[in-house]
């Protein structure tokens, strides 16, 4: 059992092209979204594992010895094994949240616990810990921060275990796990969103731990290997919406109308399969003219996407205010409000981008200027740390 404290970050994600089209079997890429899920995990000595989450203001403690005594037999069956209903109604019991929580906050925890006893389960007795989380994430923006947040959670476990590697250990930095390891992670990691969110596709947890783009089509993930790393505005545009709504709504536009939604969704098939081509082109040399392409790409994709009907009056205005400032955007996941993307090609003025960053802001929305392709799930030493990072997760 290791017995340093852990430092554990892991990217969100957004969704460059491909929504939509790919529920129809098209490809979808997604790509690490650089801003990221922070964890402190620090052994303690007093028989009790705590879990605070500062962003949605919970803070838990159990006694160890009483875990001790949880029926866990159903995590025998595998190393990784689902949690049927019956096991998560038992595991709502003993992480003691009270009826009337959010279930934001009862998911997370108990998240935390089945990823906790799963992994920990081996250990001749079950560590005592506190954990600390926090996230540069917005929850619920459909930016994976769910998936970082269970990335984050196998990832100390598997490490404080002995499960996989410490790739820092004895140094100062950040370091990546092999890919042996980033393979358990992964694996754990899609347990806890499956405790989330029942039965998701596996694309963010999988973005989240090995960063960069990934392909994904018909339950099939393959990596792009070097792709660069794009400057881009995101925007929030705090509009709520549903997503099995959305999805439901493209699939009836299907029904209705076949001859013109099958040809929308095969040209988004290939525009994702374009703009795959070109981050391949640019992880040697990138040239402007390829920035131009992406470009065109955006435009395209959030024109196909308004005409499949999951567009949104703030989503059109997002569009609006950064073309006025010669600027190129789309939405990004499934639309209806929530998030779009702004890119920003290399040399633009500093000046240019704060002006339409403070437009996007005087309309309401959230904006932040980040990059996608950002590196998968790392550890880091304390000093490698934003002290606005340290201090959000209780440090000095």
């Known amino acids: 059992m290791l017995s340093e404290v ?70 025998e069956q595998g190393d990784v094994t689902a949690p049927i ?51 540069e994430l917005p929850p619920g923006a459909g930016l994976g921060s769910s998936a970082a947040y269970s990335v984050c959670l196998a990832a100390a476990f598997l490490t404080i275990c002995e499960e996989i590697t410490n790739p820092l250990k004895d140094r100062d930095g950040t370091s990546r796990w092999p890919e042996e390891d980033l393979q358990s992670i992964n694996k754990w990691a899609f347990q806890g969103e ?7 596709s596996g694309v963010d947890n999988a973005v989240s731990t090995w960063g960069g783009a990934l392909r994904y089509q018909q339950g099939k993930i393959a990596s792009l290997k070097r792709t660069p790393a794009l400057q881009i505005l995101l925007t929030n545009t705090r509009v709520p919406r549903s997503t099995k709504a959305l999805v439901a709504g493209v699939r009836s536009r299907l029904l209705k109308f076949p001859e013109i939604v099958a040809p929308l969704l095969t040209s988004i098939d290939a525009i994702s399969l374009e703009c795959e081509r070109v981050l391949r082109e640019m992880s040697t040399a990138p040239a402007p003219e390829q920035y131009l392409l992406l470009e065109e790409l955006i435009d395209m994709n959030h024109h196909h996407l308004n005409a499949l009907g999951v567009g949104h009056a703030s989503l059109d205005q997002l569009c609006q205010v950064t073309a006025a400032h010669g600027l190129h955007s789309k939405l990004t996941g499934a639309g209806g409000g929530g998030c779009g993307i702004t890119l920003l090609r290399p040399g633009l003025e500093q000046a240019k981008v704060e002006a339409a960053k403070q437009a996007l802001i005087d309309c309401g929305f959230d904006c932040w200027e980040t990059s996608i392709g950002a590196p998968g799930v790392s550890v880091h030493s304390a000093a490698s740390l934003d002290s606005s990072v340290q201090q959000a997760l209780g440090g000095p």
Not at 194 to 200: A, C, E, S
Request: hydrophobic share 45%.
């Open 6 to 75: 852990l430092h554990i970050s892991a990217p969100g994600k957004v969704i460059l092209h491909g929504e939509h089209a790919v529920v129809h079997g098209k490809v979808a890429l997604a790509v690490a979204l650089n801003l990221r899920t922070f964890l402190r995990l620090q052994p303690r000595s007093d028989g009790k594992v705590s879990l605070s989450l500062p962003n949605i203001d919970v803070k838990q403690t159990w006694d160890v010895a009483q875990l001790q005594l949880l029926d866990t037999s159903f995590l």
């Open 194 to 200: 499956r405790v989330i969110h029942g039965n998701p």
């Open 85 to 135: 209903p019956e096991q998560l109604e038992k595991m709502k019991e003993a992480a003691n949240v009270p009826e009337d929580c959010a279930a934001t906050k009862r998911l997370a925890v108990m998240a935390f616990l089945y990823l906790y006893l799963g992994i920990c389960r081996k250990q001749r007795t079950l560590p005592s810990l506190d954990v600390v989380l926090w996230s």
